[in-house]
């Protein structure tokens, strides 16, 4: 019987080593072992709104090597990238952050505002423009914004100088009532205004047409000292 019970305990013990090795063996994999996946480029941060192509073209991306068990869900790898045309960052993403499709979104999705990079004493205000020139507004461009009241007068620059916080996905619009015939809508922009800036685009907005030019630093553009742009920052 003592033989019968050594031989047992033997046996339990060979099992217990062989699940505890394999255990070990699972754990170094996963420590060891990594997977590609995306992720924010050292030194580098993908605002809210910003862009997936935007990102891309400013080497905010990278791949990196990360264990797979610190590997998150929805995590993307480069294969993914292609889904996200057209959608935009919902909240700021920070170097090093894995890139998750939960965190990106197009026109529509609640983008997060209170992590966008608000200047001391600014608000965002959303606005869009249908202008050609969209497609080249990137966050941190520099606008002017001017305002035609009606095709008789002329047009007049209302705000010489605003900054864009974020820029919104694309959607494609029906021309003609068919999908065969739909074309980008310029995409939604969030702009770090004063309040009295605010009032003036909302003003703006009743008495005509808003329209943005794309600035640089050397741009020179000069407020309008008479005409409706002028009575729009005038009034109390």
Known sequence: MLLVVAAVIAALGVALVFVFARGAESRAAEKYQTTKVVTVAAGKTVVAGES??????????????????????????????GDLDGKVALTTLYAGEQLLSTKFGGVGDPVDVASLPLPTGMIAKPESFDLPVGAF?????????????????????????????????QTETATDGSSDSAEKAAPAL?????????????DGRERGELSVALLNAESDVQLDKTGPCATIRDSE
């Open 137 to 169: 507004i990137e966050p941190g461009s520099q606008l002017a914004v001017f305002l035609t009241v009606n095709p008789s007068t002329p047009t007049c620059l209302l705000i010489d100088r605003v900054t864009v916080l974020s820029k919104g996905g």
């Open 190 to 202: 969030h702009l770090a205004v004063t309040q009295k800036q605010f009032e003036w685009l909302q």
């Open 52 to 81: 997936i192509a935007s990102a891309l073209k400013t080497n905010k991306l990278t791949e990196t090597d990360v264990p797979q068990g610190q590997v998150l869900e929805n995590a993307l790898r480069q294969s993914d990238l």
